[in-house]
């Protein structure tokens, strides 16, 4: 190797450390807000009803501008987009800081997760753009993913603390420094965007009829158990969403460059890809609420207590997603999730165990070991289904339509498990209210993992490792 090649695989390993530094800062800020709630609502003088919008504001946004994101990562320049979306990160953490009233902080969640929804799809298409697909893009996605299962057991660790000791204020403040040392970082590390031959415009209609769309639909899907799904502003979001849509098809279908090239769909990992990602945010990405409301309501933990809890699921989700890189290398991405859906399916049914009025952490913790290994795996493997044989220049945008059925997947699932496990427990004979809470989790897990039998099928469409390996030879 010559001192030119090392130096390339130093800045590469620089690279990387950032751009997983940037997915744990995403991870952190989605646990750190949550804990620090009750603080922010007695803080500011929220009522009960409008407390959720602080959280609420920023999955709304974040989920209708991330196929945005996505396109202007590979449009505007993947790097570029990187900074800007950290700028704003940094900016609207430190405005969310200093809110002095609940309209402000709302508004600095909103912006906050415009910038997630930049910056997610700008860290992941990166990736994807300066890793060779194979062995190394595996090696770096599972990287990727371990800063993120890490980002959320130390955010709910790091929520408690910073709350407790320095007020609500610091859980963002906390976010304008480390966003502030990845801007600077970014300038050293990252390498420019490459220059572009081709002159491409961009899709301005698109882009605001699909990001009206997501926005509108993911609100709908997030506020409809709270306010009533028959209420007028619930129904018409969803009206408005599907004319949007419609909308965004037409406007598609007739540009000369698209927000949206259909050629993706012709892509069988990209479209299994997010498939499994929408049914794995749709029931893994549920199974926390459900674990929340065993440990403080049926455990009677308290909040420090349950952060605590989390931290083994989250070490053994970390470990699933180096593994994940490890088996996808090894015998290919298609068995990698194969692997990864039976492992998470039979851990989520083991935890039923612990899904009882008389039941401890002990007897829990088996499931929560074999999920999160599972879960681990599944994660790292649908990521490197979703890049697999998706052309550079339309990396942002392929990230950014996985990135958006994750988001929707995890409101519509939350929202079913919910329901679904709600109206069993409601038909069963249940004593007491804390043995509703039991077998509504119960219920949860067991239909968790009915649906991800489903994504289980799906990944048995995705192309054997010897197809793949001559797949590639023949686009050489």
Not at 25 to 52: C, H, K, M, R
Not at 187 to 198: Q, W
Request: charged share 10%.
């Amino acid at each position: 190797m010559t001192m030119h090649q090392n130096s390339n695989q130093h800045r590469l390993g620089w690279s990387l450390a950032l751009l997983a530094f940037a997915q744990l800062i995403i991870s952190l800020d989605i646990n750190i807000v949550f804990v620090a709630l009750p603080e922010i609502g007695s803080g500011l003088g929220f009522s009960e009803q409008t407390l959720q919008w602080v959280v609420s504001a920023y999955t709304v946004f974040c989920g209708g501008f991330l196929l945005f994101g996505g396109r202007a990562a590979d449009l505007l320049g993947q790097r570029r987009m990187f900074i800007s979306a950290l700028w704003l990160y940094a900016i609207s953490s430190l405005v969310g800081g200093l809110a002095w009233r609940p309209e402000v902080i709302i508004a600095a969640r909103a912006v906050q997760g415009i910038g997630g929804a930049f910056l997610f799809p700008a860290t992941l298409s990166l990736i994807n753009r300066l890793f060779r697909e194979g062995p190394e893009r595996n090696r770096a996605l599972a990287a990727w993913g371990g800063a993120g299962a890490s980002g959320l057991t130390i955010g709910s660790l790091a929520g408690g603390f910073l709350t407790s000791y320095f007020g609500w204020s610091s859980v963002f403040y906390v976010n304008v420094l480390l966003a502030g040392i990845a801007i600077i970082a970014a300038f050293l590390v990252i390498p420019a965007d490459p220059a572009r031959h081709e002159k491409r415009s961009f899709d301005l209609p698109g882009a605001l009829t699909v990001t009206a769309a997501s926005t509108l639909f993911v609100f709908a899907l997030v506020q409809g158990p709270e306010y009533g799904w028959d209420t007028p502003l619930i129904r018409n979001s969803l009206i408005l969403a599907v004319i949007s849509l419609v909308l965004f098809v037409l406007i598609e279908s007739k540009s000369k460059d698209p927000l949206m090239p259909m050629q993706l769909f012709r892509n069988k990992n990209l479209v299994a890809a997010v498939s499994v990602t929408f049914l794995y945010m749709g029931t893994f990405g549920a199974l926390p609420y459900f674990e929340t409301v065993l440990f403080q309501n049926v455990m009677h933990y308290s909040a420090l207590e349950t952060g605590l809890a989390f931290i083994v699921p989250s070490v053994s989700i970390f470990i699933g997603t180096q593994a994940g890189a490890r088996l996808a290398n090894g015998m290919g991405t298609r068995n990698a999730l194969i692997a990864g859906c039976v492992v998470g399916i039979a851990g989520t049914l083991l935890m039923m165990t612990g899904a009882d009025v008389s039941a401890t952490y002990k007897d829990i913790l088996p499931g929560l070991v074999i999920s999160g290994l599972g879960q681990g795996i599944v994660w790292t493997a649908m990521w490197i289904a979703a890049a697999t044989g998706v052309a550079h220049n339309e990396q942002g945008i392929a990230s950014g339509l996985a990135s958006t059925t994750l988001n929707v997947g995890n409101a519509i699932g939350l929202a079913v498990l919910i329901a679904v496990s709600s109206a069993m427990t409601a038909t069963g004979p249940v004593a007491d209210n804390t043995a509703a809470l039991a077998s509504e989790a119960f219920h949860a897990f067991l239909f968790a993992s009915a649906g991800m039998a489903i994504a289980l099928l799906i990944s048995f469409s995705l192309p054997g490792k010897k197809r793949l390996v001559a797949s590639a030879q023949e686009t050489v």
